[in-house]
Nanobody, 121 residues
Framework: QVQLVESGGGLVEAGGSLRLSCVAS????????MAWYRQSPGEQREWVAQ???????EYADFVKGRFTISGVSANSTNYLQMNNLKPEDTAVYYC???????????????WGQGTQVTVSS
């Protein structure tokens, strides 16, 4: 069984920083990509950033220059460094990973339980 666990959320003032962590554990053969999404109350879940095992990194326009995602590491851990946070960044942040699990026959998408980020003005 594969699990993703996020941590690092919290309450911060506007202009502050937080670093989110995501750890994938379980019977993992290969991680091809790790990404972050977020969802605010009443809104659709939206993509924030992604890193692939090939070294490709992409960001949503609204976080470019403020957020930094780490690469896909051998220990299946990913970080999202969030700087210059704004009140509109308030959301539950979810980690997503595309993983080939042991005993599986294809890649699957896995999700963490989410971590709350609240930015006060």
């Amino acid at each position: 069984q594969v699990q993703l666990v996020e941590s690092g959320g919290g309450l911060v003032e506007a202009g502050g920083s937080l670093r989110l962590s995501c750890v994938a554990s379980g019977r993992i053969i290969y991680v091809s990509a790790m990404a972050w999404y977020r969802q605010s109350p009443g809104e659709q879940r939206e993509w924030v950033a992604q890193a692939t095992s090939a070294g490709r990194i992409e960001y949503a326009d609204f976080v470019k220059g403020r957020f930094t995602i780490s690469g896909v590491s051998a220990n299946s851990t990913n970080y999202l460094q969030m700087n210059n946070l704004k009140p509109e960044d308030t959301a539950v942040y979810y980690c997503n990973a595309r993983i080939y699990p042991a005993g599986g026959d294809d890649f699957r998408d896995y999700w963490g339980q989410g971590t709350q980020v609240t930015v006060s003005s």
